[in-house]
């Protein structure tokens, strides 16, 4: 402290007068005998010396006080022809000369810099008030002088201001200021700007650097200025701390406002006339007041004439007084700049200060702009407001030289009132982006999810916004940045829930997955090619929910036209199956709602010529409608209350002229259809009835319930029931007779289902079920039996001979929750099926096969013939199957030993195969001549590949050579030797002057074929390389290797390899889509993959999953699909995803069973359900 040395001499004196006086007089005073004079002259002072002492001394302590709280003198004399007045600008500390009116407020912050216990003191005050209250003003020309003008002199570091980036002006100002030991001060004005232009990391960075710059400097104290509107803003969090112990300032008294009109003017020389100064004091109000009556007094220096003159009454009305010199000055610049006529709304001056104004809190505040962000027009008008005061720029920054301007000039008030919201959300925006800019503009701070969306939509209807209000460069910046950001985390985060899609066994739940991933977070190549994966693994081809409750009962009608189905929710509804659009469609909504009588509906079904619907319901109620005007044409009650019958006890006999119903009482009831009256009885044993199924020919009528036994009465006459077979252990919920009257299937709850011989109840096959069953269907040619159960699974099996004694199985999955009805349309493709979970679903089971299963052992190799009509597949197991497309029945089984190479010839009329043995054979097609044997190689054959003209096969094989065979007599042309170990790959160019091979040695070799010559080698790979192929047009060689890598070269030799990675495992076979755009791959990975030869460095698009190893694969000749060979027996089909998703979603939109479940979004990384 200043005061510190010349105090601490003071109170040393004070202590050492007190004990020198205490000891001279207490000597002086007890001496016996002869005093000396000097002691007799203390004893006789003593006492008021004493007193004079600590008068003395005590003043002086007095007189330090009053100097270190008086604000000193002006340091010197204004400078003439300076205009004493600032305008809208704040006082410096070079204008302490003409500062007044604030001296107690000076005073008060004097002393708050001179605390009692310096060592804890928190060393940050702030000067808190409302706009235009003068808290620069105060700091810079009162306290900043009062300490730097004493004779002990503090030093100042240079005044700052936020900014933008609040943390680099501290720091700046800090590294650059004196380091001369003295106390030290530094003025952060405007801490508003915190948060107006700063994000609240910036907030939080520059309250932390605050707080190690006055650790690390002891002597430093830290004074800053706040808008007292903002001071909520600072109360929480980390900004607390410097707004702790304001020193709160507020609008001038009168006396005060006196001194600053008056003594300003005195200082420079110029007088005002009588009676003015009160005038112009009695004209201030508002929190306006100071910057309006600077920027009046400022005009009437400069008009009046500087040093010398008077201001009088006529110069002070001219000017407008003090509400109006400002808003003058700004119609005067606007004017000029506009021409005669200006219009007060929406123009380029108004247009172009827009632009230095922003919103927070409801409040407009200025928005600084660097002044390259103007247009040139915009510039120039900027240059006017400069030059009028009413502008400020430094270093290239534009800003409002007092907001005042916005609020006093009408036309810019009314522009900003009018554009308000615009403005706070141009100003919200752009604190995002500047804290991104603060943060290094990392990703972490870059907008995301619905704050992105929120921005990109505010973004795009900024377009053709109103002048002033444009968007700055950083926040096009920002939201672009997190656009592309955000593309490719969605795109990444799709792309890994397409791999898992892939993985899943039920494709109905992986098409939900798959077309969220698609629409939620991006239409990858990734992701549309797991929907696409999805929907060809799917038999679903129709769905239909919002019933409200469990779908009860489905039946199509016997044209197959028409499916109806009933639900919980008591009604009724009949689609029309829609024509073209492939089958199993449905129309979008139904062709009748009906409502039907009574409690629930629980079955439903059409008369055999379709013209009646009848319906059951749990209320025991029965009603019929007309199927051509859907008018009800009869009810009925077909037992007492509460004996409804179970699951489907409700059909017709196969002439239609009767119907049976089924109840609780263990009464099987027939009526005559067209009114619904009782046409007899079949007494049942009792319990309830679940089920009844007449036999085809009408001759017989089946029925179970409760006790598990199947029993089959005539359907006319007396006779009495009679057990078929042995009962199920539990409960028979369905029953339904072969469409020849042979069989008769029972399902059961005790989870089986059991095939009977109709003519002597003896059990033929039964199958297992996961749950008890629920409903049973005999497709319309007898071959499968469809089963669902009380799980959520319907289960097809196939009862052809050849299919084994459990019949193939095929599963349909998706629901999810119990199957209450199935019913298969007459063409015997299309089966509809109803669930608890209240949705209705429509199969097409005569799909062709995308898994072709026969192979007993790893299939090594697949060949689509040139036609597109035949798919040959090779073997472990010693045989070549051969699939017809399109609908991949059973194939043809070739005997043609354990194969490892396998390619048609160019007219398909022939298949080439090399065998393990070391033998070729050229099989021909549909029973041609003799194959044609070719043997040469002394060890297994890998690779086959035909010439372009058909003309020549040449092999690859384990001894390590290659041979080339006249493909018509298999002569030996030609054995080509420069392999060092196993030729692996064989491929012929397209135009047939060159064959490419490789093998275990790393190496690709090119030959002449007629020749023999070597034409290049070509190296690169880092381990085996499994297989070679040619691009269509002859100007690529793509190479597959077991280092994992596929390579596409330039065959001249031209520039180094293109290298794509991706593959886990090594690479088995590559191939290249027929017009050369794609190039697939699969591995032992187990995946299949295309890549873009024009976009190398683009990852791979996985097509699909095996579950083992992939060993081969190839094109259909259209392009449209891949086949691949796989360690797991099986061969399998894709189909590769159009770009445009738009086709995809159309299709997969009718095709989702339900949305994914929470639990499955979670496990799948999709965002939240919307």
């Not at 005061?3 to 205490?22: I, Q, S």
Request: aromatic residues 6%; hydrophobic residues 40%.
């Amino acid at each position: 402290m200043q005061r510190r040395p010349l105090a601490l001499v003071l109170d040393v004196l004070l202590m050492l007068v007190g004990a020198l006086l205490g000891i001279a007089t207490n000597y002086a005073t007890n001496v016996e005998g002869e005093v000396p004079l000097p002691l007799r002259l203390l004893r006789q002072w003593s006492i008021p010396l004493v007193g004079i002492g600590l008068l003395a001394l005590v003043g002086g302590q007095l007189w330090l006080r009053w100097l270190e709280r008086r604000p000193p003198a002006p340091a010197a004399r204004w400078t003439a022809g300076q205009p004493p007045y600032p305008g809208l600008e704040a006082f410096g500390e070079e204008d302490a000369a003409v500062f007044f009116g604030r001296e107690r407020e000076t005073a008060e912050l004097v002393a708050r810099l001179h605390p009692a216990a310096p060592a804890r003191a928190h060393r940050c005050v702030t000067v808190v008030g409302p706009s235009g209250s003068g808290k620069s003003s105060l700091v810079r020309a009162g306290l900043l002088p009062a300490l730097t003008g004493r004779r002990t002199r503090w030093s100042a570091y240079p005044a700052i201001t936020p900014g933008t980036d609040p943390v680099g002006a501290l720091r700046a100002a800090v590294d650059g200021g004196p380091r001369d030991g003295r106390p030290r001060v530094l003025v952060v004005d405007q801490l508003e700007e915190l948060l107006t232009l700063s994000g609240a990391g910036e907030r939080t960075a520059f309250a932390e650097a605050v707080r190690e710059v006055l650790e690390r400097d002891p002597r430093l104290w830290l004074v800053g200025t706040l808008r007292s509107d903002f001071l909520t803003g600072f109360l929480e969090g980390h900004l607390a701390s410097l707004v702790r112990d304001p020193v709160v300032i507020g609008t001038l008294p009168r006396e005060a406002l006196h001194e600053v009109v008056a003594r300003p003017g005195a200082a420079a020389g110029v007088e005002f006339e009588a009676g003015l100064v009160p005038r112009i004091v009695d004209d201030c109000g508002g929190g306006d007041a100071l910057p309006l009556l600077a920027y009046t007094l400022q005009e009437l220096y400069r008009r009046a004439g500087g040093p010398g003159s008077v201001i009088g009454h006529a110069l002070y009305r001219e000017v407008g007084g003090v509400a109006g010199a400002l808003v003058g000055q700004a119609d005067r610049i606007r004017a000029e700049l506009l021409g005669p006529g200006a219009p007060h709304g929406d123009d380029p001056v108004v247009g172009t200060l827009l632009r230095l104004v922003t919103v927070r809190g409801g409040e407009p505040v200025r928005r600084r702009v660097a002044r390259a962000e103007l247009a040139p027009a915009e510039r120039e008008i900027a240059d006017a407001f400069v030059a009028g005061r009413l502008l400020t720029s430094d270093a290239g920054v534009l800003d409002l030289a007092h907001e005042a301007l916005l609020r006093r000039w009408p036309p810019l008030h009314a522009a900003v009132e009018a554009h308000v919201e615009r403005l706070r959300q141009r100003g919200a925006w752009e604190r995002w982006a500047q804290e991104w800019e603060f943060a290094g503009r990392g990703e972490a701070f870059l907008l995301t999810g619905e704050r992105l969306a929120d921005a990109r939509s505010w973004l795009a209807g900024q377009t053709g916004a109103p002048s002033g209000l444009e968007v700055s460069p950083l926040v096009v910046e920002y939201v672009d940045r997190s656009a592309r950001a955000d593309g490719a985390a969605r795109a990444g985060t799709a792309d890994a829930v397409a791999a898992r899609v892939l993985e899943s066994r039920e494709p109905e739940t992986a098409i939900g997955i798959a077309r969220a991933a698609v629409t939620e977070w991006a239409p990858t190549p990734g992701a549309l090619q797991a929907l696409r994966t999805a929907l060809d693994g799917s038999l679903l081809r129709s769905v239909r929910g919002g019933f409200g409750a469990a779908v009860t009962g489905a039946a199509w009608s016997p044209d197959g036209t028409r499916l109806a189905a009933c639900s919980g929710d008591g009604r009724l509804r009949v689609w029309e199956a829609a024509a073209g659009a492939g089958v199993g469609a449905l129309a979008g909504e139904p062709s009748a709602v009906l409502d039907v009588p009574g409690d629930r509906p629980r079955a439903v079904v059409w008369s055999p010529d379709g013209t009646l619907l009848v319906c059951v319901t749990r209320g025991a109620r029965l009603s019929s409608w007309e199927t051509a005007s859907w008018r009800r044409s009869a009810t009925a009650r077909h037992g007492a209350d509460g004996d409804g019958g179970g699951h489907g006890a409700l059909a017709f006999s196969p002439d239609g002229r009767r119907l049976v119903t089924a109840a609780g009482d263990g009464v099987l009831r027939l009526w005559d259809p067209a009114a619904l009256t009782p046409a007899g009885t079949r007494p049942a044993p009792p319990g309830m009835v679940w089920s009844a199924a007449w036999s085809p020919d009408g001759g017989r009528l089946a029925a179970a319930g409760e006790d598990g036994v199947v029993r089959i009465w005539p359907s006319a006459g007396p006779g009495g029931p009679v057990p078929a077979g042995t009962a199920h252990r539990s409960r028979v919920t369905a029953l339904c007779w072969s469409p020849d009257g042979t069989l008769l299937a029972s399902g059961s709850t005790d989870r089986t289902v059991v095939l009977r011989d109709a003519a002597t109840g003896a059990a033929v096959r039964t199958f297992e079920s996961m749950d008890g069953i629920n409903c049973l269907a005999f497709s319309p040619d007898g071959n499968r039996l469809a089963a669902g159960d009380q799980h959520r699974n319907v289960r097809v099996w196939d009862l052809r001979p050849d299919t084994g004694p459990e019949g193939a199985a095929l599963w349909l999955t998706g629901h999810r929750e119990a199957l209450y009805a199935l019913s298969w349309a007459p063409d015997g493709r299309r089966l509809a099926t109803a669930s608890h979970d209240g949705t209705l679903a429509v199969w097409d089971t005569g799909a062709p096969p995308t898994v072709l299963r026969g192979h007993a052992e790893s299939v090594w190799q697949t060949s689509w013939s040139p036609d597109g009509t035949r798919l040959a597949s090779a073997s472990e197991d010693g045989t070549v199957r051969v699939w017809r497309a399109p609908g991949f029945g059973p194939p043809e089984v070739l005997p043609l030993g354990q194969c490892a190479g396998l390619a048609w010839s160019p007219d398909g009329t022939r298949l080439g195969v090399g065998r393990r043995d070391g033998t070729v054979a050229l099989w021909p097609r549909d029973g041609g001549p003799s194959a044609v044997e070719l043997d040469g190689h002394g060890a297994e054959v890998s690779a086959l590949c035909w010439s372009p003209d058909g003309t020549r096969v040449a092999t690859a094989a384990r001894d390590g050579l290659v041979r080339v065979w006249d493909a018509a007599g298999g002569a030996p042309l030609r054995v080509l030797r420069g392999h060092r170990d196993w030729v692996t790959g064989a491929d012929w160019s397209p135009d047939g002057t060159r064959l490419a091979t490789c093998g275990t040695d790393r190496g690709v070799i090119l030959w002449d074929p007629d020749t023999g010559e070597r034409l290049a080698t070509l190296e690169g790979h880092a381990d085996q390389v499994w297989e070679v192929a040619w691009s269509p047009d002859g100007r690529r060689l793509a190479t597959g290797s077991r280092d994992r890598t596929l390579r596409l070269w330039d065959p001249a030799g031209c520039g180094r390899p293109v290298v794509l990675t991706g593959h886990e495992d090594r690479v088995q076979d590559i191939a290249w889509s027929p017009d050369g755009t794609r190039l697939a791959s699969v591995s032992r990975d187990r995946t299949v993959r295309l890549w873009d030869p024009a976009a190398p460095t683009a990852p791979a698009v996985v097509v699909g999953l095996h579950a083992d190893w992939v060993n081969g694969l190839c094109w259909s000749p259209d392009g449209t699909r891949l086949a691949t060979a796989s360690r797991d027996r099986t061969v399998r089909l894709w189909t590769p995803a159009d770009p445009d998703p738009a086709p995809l979603l159309r299709l997969s939109a009718a095709r989702v069973l339900h949305p994914p479940t929470p639990e499955e979004r979670l496990a799948h990384r999709l965002p939240p359900p919307p």
